[in-house]
């Protein structure tokens, strides 16, 4: 073992075999206790270049603990490469005298990425630039052997291109302000994936990290004129309870969080996000490590949408055959599909979700419980076909959102729209959601549709896929769930030009429900343009922020929605990232217009102490508020408002 000194401190001799007074090369407590003195050294192992992709530890690294019991090394670097230069040493270079010069590069690459860090900056506090920058090193490190830091690996292999995006940056100004935008949906495209380096970014995203991702000029999204996108995040492989944040790169991170998962969950939701500098988006994990996945699904912008499509007769829907999977066509069932996919692996069993963070930004596991199912429709609804025609063309283009009370159109438990009956393994099911619910025909000018899509009494680990019905289905997933498990994701999905969309299932079978809440097409009688914000908390029961504790059992929060974290008087709907956390029994929430009745629908459904998020977008009601209403139970609710229509 061989030791780093990030400043102020001396390098202790602290290597290989031939050193006995520190009794190296051993099997465990090689490392003298003097192995950190200073505060600011890393005790550095070594892994051997000429095994790539095995990642075994070499057999003269030293290991822990240390004498006095300490977890060492902090971290595992590379040995046994070529060099160049003077110095004498043997070529290839090995032993841990030849990883520590790696940890060394790393850190100063870090150290360039992030130059606050240096000494002699403005304010500067060297004894907090040192542990910033070693704990960027650890936290980016590409976990190795037992989960998180051991006697062997330490921390991991060190990174260097995720230790650059473990140090905060100082924030570059507020975005401009963001002017009407109009929606210009698009067929999903997966724009970042860290398991297969899609996006530039090859590997999980460590605690206290953050990734800047590129999200214009790619998947559809067009280089300029874009002022928010929608994706579908997913995290997955996760290894410790966590919440993701998703916000504009350049700005500083906000008190919010777009997902909450516990490890060894697979967890999607719907974010919409402002576009920050450079065209990209910063997403931050909190705790542990976990792979994330963007799945781009349409943009905001300042210039309307072009005439939809001409569409095709509409026919009356029914599921499609169910087909056997191939294979090597089956995806992973827990995870988003990735462009390679594998065999089916054992399913993730139900497990807790983390909390979401508080004004100290702490999680805190809690346990689960069955999960609810959504409430049953009290009538059946049908689509009305329409007859083909072109659509009138519209004078102010198209990309405008009409928010409608939520509406359930599809629920395959009851038989609505005649669709009944579990979706099956590798089945592809068409669904008309023009012409129903308050969305008007086709021929109208619908563009793209938004429903909160549940699944419900799953048989297996598996993932939804919602597309355009006159579209191939692409690489990309919307909902991820295990067997047993109930679901719910808000969908943005383009519509294809026969008035449907279509759904896909990997495994397994499962009941689907859909609960339209708004669409998108020309201007009309009451469209409306968005207008994106920075995530900004309204609402959290925890701190009687916009209502005074729980939500009780069969109760309904009534909640100001406008003149608060950036949303106008004049806002005629918002989209708020929608928390549960801490709830005392089975159950779901359903979130509607102040002023009307309570529909047959669901926006979240959740266990016992689980924490579960959702984006939500709700009309506002004539008084600016918006109801909250609970099933059983009691359960804290928290809203992060990240944009609003007017």
Not at 302 to 313: K, Y
Not at 339 to 360: F, G, K
Not at 500 to 520: A, E, P, R, S
Not at 624 to 639: D, E, L
Request: charged share 10%; proline share 11%; net charge neutral.
């Amino acid at each position: 073992m061989f030791v780093v000194c990030l400043g102020g401190c001396v390098p202790l001799p602290n290597g290989n075999s031939g050193q006995p007074i520190h009794n190296f090369n051993t099997a465990s407590s090689s490392v003298p206790n003097q192995s950190d003195a200073g505060g600011g050294v890393i005790s550095t192992g070594a892994i051997n270049a000429s095994e790539p992709g095995n990642d075994n530890i070499a057999s003269y690294s030293s290991r822990g603990p240390t004498n006095d019991g300490r977890v060492k090394p902090d971290i595992t670097g590379i040995d046994g490469v070529s060099i160049t230069g003077a110095g004498g040493f043997p070529n290839p270079f090995y032993g841990t005298s030849a990883a520590a010069p790696h940890i060394a590069g790393i850190a100063a690459l870090a150290l360039q990425c992030n130059p606050q860090l240096k000494a002699g900056e403005p304010g500067d506090d060297p004894a907090t630039d040192r542990t910033a920058l070693r704990t960027a090193l650890l936290n980016s490190a590409t976990d190795l052997g037992a989960g998180g830091s051991d006697n062997t690996y330490g921390s991991g292999r060190a990174n260097a291109l995720a230790a650059c995006t473990c140090v905060d940056t100082p924030p570059s100004g507020a975005p401009p302000l963001a002017g009407p935008a109009y929606y210009h949906p698009v067929t999903p495209a997966r724009i970042l994936d860290t398991r297969t380096s899609t996006g530039g970014f090859p590997s999980k995203i460590g605690q206290g990290c953050h990734a800047s991702v590129q999200v214009t000029g790619v998947g559809g999204v067009p280089a300029s004129g874009v002022t928010a996108v929608v994706m579908n995040t997913t995290v997955t492989e996760v290894s410790a309870p966590s919440y993701l944040t998703v916000y504009p790169s350049g700005v500083a991170r906000p008190l919010a969080s777009n997902l909450n998962f516990a490890a060894g969950q697979t967890v999607p939701n719907l974010v919409t996000v402002k576009v920050g500098a450079g065209g990209k988006v910063d997403v931050f994990n909190a705790i542990g490590q976990t792979h994330v996945i963007f799945d781009v699904v349409g943009w905001y912008g300042d210039a309307p949408d072009a005439s939809p499509f001409t569409p095709t007769p509409t026919a009356t829907a029914s599921p499609t055959a169910t087909a056997s999977p191939t294979a090597t066509a089956t995806p992973t069932p827990t995870a988003s599909p990735t462009a390679t996919p594998s065999s089916s692996p054992s399913p993730t069993p139900p497990t807790s979700d983390t909390a979401t963070p508080a004004s100290t930004e702490s999680a805190t596991p809690t346990p689960t419980a069955t999960p609810s199912a959504t409430p049953t429709p009290t009538a059946v609804a049908t689509a009305t076909p329409t007859a083909a025609a072109t659509p009138t063309p519209a004078p102010s283009g198209y990309g405008y959102y009409h928010p409608i009370p939520p509406s359930r159109i599809l629920d395959t438990r009851f038989g609505v729209q005649g669709i009944s009956g579990k979706l099956g393994t590798n089945a592809t099911l068409d669904v008309p959601v023009t012409n129903i619910g308050g969305v008007p025909p086709v021929t109208s000018g619908v563009t793209a549709v938004v429903l909160n899509v549940t699944v419900t009494e799953a048989t297996a680990a598996s993932y939804l896929t919602a597309y355009p019905s006159n579209a191939s289905r692409p690489l990309a997933s919307n909902l991820n769930f295990g067997p047993g498990q109930t679901v719910p994701n808000l969908v943005i999905v383009k519509v294809g030009p026969d008035g449907k969309v279509k759904l896909y299932n990997c495994c397994g079978q499962t009941h689907v429900i859909f609960d339209v809440v708004g669409w998108y097409g020309g201007l009309g009688a009451d469209g409306t343009l968005f207008r994106s914000l920075s995530p900004a908390r309204i609402m959290d029961t925890r701190t009687n922020l916009g209502w005074p504790g729980k939500v009780g059992h069969n109760g309904t929060a009534t909640v100001n929605v406008v003149n608060i974290g950036g949303v106008p008087a004049s806002a005629k709907a918002v989209v708020v990232n929608t928390t549960v956390t801490e709830p005392t029994a089975a159950s779901y929430l359903t979130v509607w217009p102040s002023g009307a009745t309570r529909p047959t629908a669901s926006n979240l459904n959740f266990g016992a102490g689980q924490t579960v998020p959702n984006l939500v977008m709700v009309k506002v009601g004539p008084d600016g508020k918006v109801n909250v209403y609970n099933a059983v139970g009691q359960v804290h609710v928290i809203f992060d408002v990240v944009g609003y229509f007017e």
